[in-house]
């Protein structure tokens, strides 16, 4: 911002950093007070041909972390607004001398054609960074539903952005300083609820939907898409409903294959089955392209599970090789993936974690794609009961009459009632009744108020959408940010790419529009979609918890008790009152899931907060490093009042 040059060590460094998530190529563009690095990870088709940092004119640069669909209907777009075709010179996606754009190089023609508005024609997952030289000035956006991540700080005379959160605190601006109220919020949620901020005082997060321009020194943000609330897609005939379904999950699934192989993260379940189907439909109809390879955590011994009995019956059907990882003998907070439990926020620390990164582990072995089910609960289980109140308030007898019969006809009975403890569980709320636990520090508890905090976010939420309140709390909700940074590489460490066709922007509008009942009553409209696809015995199979809760279970076959000989991060005391015995035994399954937070707490500030301030000077670590790298092989996990990890004799 002061217009002092670049530091080129500082960026090679910064860009050296994010080297395991980028390992096909790394590249950094400097132009004065400004500069780009950027780590290549290829896993399409049209990445093969892609150059990053890139302009196209020498006067506009772009770095993206962006795969970007419908590309036949945006190119079809930008050559009408353009006036031009888009042919890039030289070999690519084929052997003629001309090629189609990339998804880089469409982000630049998308940002040439409509300016800052480019960002309500693309659809994908994507967060970019764009400068403009000619308007001195930085265009970023994040794709809708946030699958992509985009962080940045504003310190000092600098303005610093990464999608890997680690990578900016290698800045020497940017400090440890805790955002405390985000550690308030972990303690009592389990997640951070402002989509803004991290852990981190200095370091912001860019929500999804959202893009964010700079120029002369400020940062100015907006919110490009809202989920449409007055949608209406009506066909006069139901099979309409399924024929539009069926295309636009079939569109959905294919743009983000574009590779030759792909993992699936399969259980039993009828979404990600429903993926699985229809990704191996589409991969063999080109018969040059291997196999679809699923992949699924099971339990055969610790709780009652039928998910290897189900996805196996899906995989045979499909005719698709399947990997089960037994997840019984996991560990709570162990590593088997070197740097498991490194996290770059303390909500990361799932204490089953060992056995997520095993599972993408297992799949980037198969390919660098892998697709999942996620969220098919969320825009095709609208509790059907709210739908028949809502008519009842409107007096829309009629409708009210025939959607009732049709329900009692298709399930043979009749709706259940109740909505509120449905809403409470999105917000990651179970005890209602509950405060604070007595375990949190009582200063920190009253400086931040988080009684208050308590209060006011565990209230029922207001002004639900009148026909699809459901799908509507759940994407306000905090509970897909943490789901889409653990399977990050910034998380995980693995370069590896997940991708959630459901939540395809195309596919979630037609969903928010068609009617609740009887589409989006119990999946009714993927049932019928799939019927002939997959095995009766799938298609039929209702949403199936658990059938226990593997915590409770590995806490019981465990000596959990409170210590003090272990080591204790000196700022845990800040947050935790360490005299306070926190309960693990005989307690109900969310207060469990809540007294582990200080372990994993602990577990963050002594080895994963100080890593980032670790800095290779001419490729030797430092002495964190070092440490970090004794104690992850001798698997010494400390914890701050539970142990966890002790097996009783």
């Not at 400097?30 to 990053?52: C, P, S, Y």
């Not at 630049?108 to 000035?137: K, M, N, S």
């Not at 308030?184 to 370091?203: E, K, R």
Request: glycine share 6%.
């Amino acid at each position: 911002m002061d217009g002092a040059p670049v530091d080129c060590e500082l960026l090679r460094r910064m860009t050296d950093f994010m080297a395991f998530r980028g390992p096909d190529a790394q590249e950094s563009w400097i132009d004065g007070n400004v500069g780009f690095g950027h780590t290549m990870l290829r896993t399409t088709w049209e990445a093969e041909t892609e150059k990053q940092p890139l302009t196209l004119d020498g006067k506009v640069w772009l770095t993206a972390d962006a795969r970007i669909d419908g590309r036949a209907e945006l190119i079809f777009e930008l050559e009408a607004k353009l006036r031009r075709r888009l042919q890039i010179g030289g070999l690519g996606n084929g052997s003629a001398p001309e090629r189609l754009p990339n998804d880089a190089e469409l982000i630049l023609l998308a940002y040439e054609a409509w300016g800052e508005d480019c960002v309500t024609h693309l659809i994908g997952d994507f967060a970019f960074a764009i400068w403009d030289a000619p308007q001195r000035r930085l265009f970023c956006a994040r794709d809708h539903m946030g699958v992509k991540l985009f962080y940045y700080a504003l310190v000092g005379n600098a303005f610093v952005f990464s999608n890997t959160l680690e990578c900016l605190r290698l800045h020497p601006a940017v400090s440890d300083n805790l955002n405390e109220v985000a550690i308030g919020d972990y303690l009592l949620f389990g997640l951070n609820q402002d989509l803004t901020s991290t852990a981190f005082a200095d370091i912001q997060r860019l929500a999804q939907a959202s893009c964010l321009a700079f120029s002369n020194g400020k940062p100015t943000i907006r919110t490009f898409w809202h989920p449409p609330t007055d949608g209406r897609v009506r066909f006069a005939k139901a099979e309409g409903y399924v024929e539009e379904f069926k295309q636009l999950f079939s569109r959905a699934v294919n743009d983000r294959i574009r590779t030759d192989r792909v993992s699936i993260s399969m259980s039993g379940g009828l979404d990600s089955t429903s993926v699985a189907a229809v990704a191996n439909d589409l991969l063999r109809s080109q018969p040059t392209q291997p196999a679809v390879q699923a992949c699924a955590v099971v339990y055969d011994r610790l709780i009652p599970d039928e998910e290897r009995r189900y996805s196996t019956l899906a995989a045979e059907a499909l005719q698709i090789p399947i990997v089960h990882i037994a997840a019984d003998d996991f560990r709570l907070f162990e590593e088997r993936v070197p740097h498991d439990l490194e996290q770059p926020e303390p909500f990361l620390m799932n204490p089953t974690s060992a056995q997520f990164n095993a599972s993408l582990e297992t799949m980037g072995k198969f390919s660098r794609v892998a697709l999942s089910g996620w969220d098919g609960d969320a825009f095709m289980s609208e509790p059907v009961h709210t739908h028949f109140q809502r008519l009842a308030r409107e007096v829309k007898i009629p409708t009210l009459l025939n959607d009732m019969a049709w329900f009692v006809r298709a399930r043979r009975k009749l709706p259940r009632i109740g909505f509120r403890t449905s809403l409470r569980r999105l917000r990651g709320t179970y005890n209602l009744e509950s405060s604070c636990p007595e375990w949190i520090e009582k200063s920190f508890a009253k400086r931040m108020d988080l009684d208050e905090r308590w209060k006011n976010l565990t209230s029922e939420p207001t002004n639900l959408h009148p026909t699809r309140p459901y799908a509507f709390t759940v994407l306000a909700s905090t509970s897909w940010a943490p789901l889409f940074e653990r399977y990050d590489a910034g998380a995980n460490g693995l370069a590896v790419e997940m991708r959630h066709p459901i939540m395809d922007v195309r596919l979630v509008e037609f969903l928010l529009g068609i009617p609740a009942v009887p589409w989006c009553e119990n999946k009714e409209i993927l049932r019928r979609a799939m019927a002939g696809k997959l095995p009766n015995e799938i298609v039929a199979r209702p949403k199936t918890p658990l059938g226990g809760d593997p915590i409770r279970s590995l806490i019981r076959e465990t000596d959990v008790r409170f210590v003090e000989d272990f080591e204790t991060a000196d700022r845990l005391r800040e947050f935790v009152d360490l005299k306070r015995p926190i309960r693990m035994q005989g307690q109900e399954n969310s207060d469990v899931w809540t007294n582990l937070r200080p372990a994993a707490l602990n577990y963050w500030l002594t080895y994963s907060l100080p890593l980032g301030r670790n800095k290779k000077n001419d490729g030797e670590e430092t002495d964190n490093q070092s440490q970090r790298s004794t104690t992850s092989q001798e698997k010494t996990i400390p914890v701050a009042a539970v142990d966890c990890l002790r097996r009783s004799s």
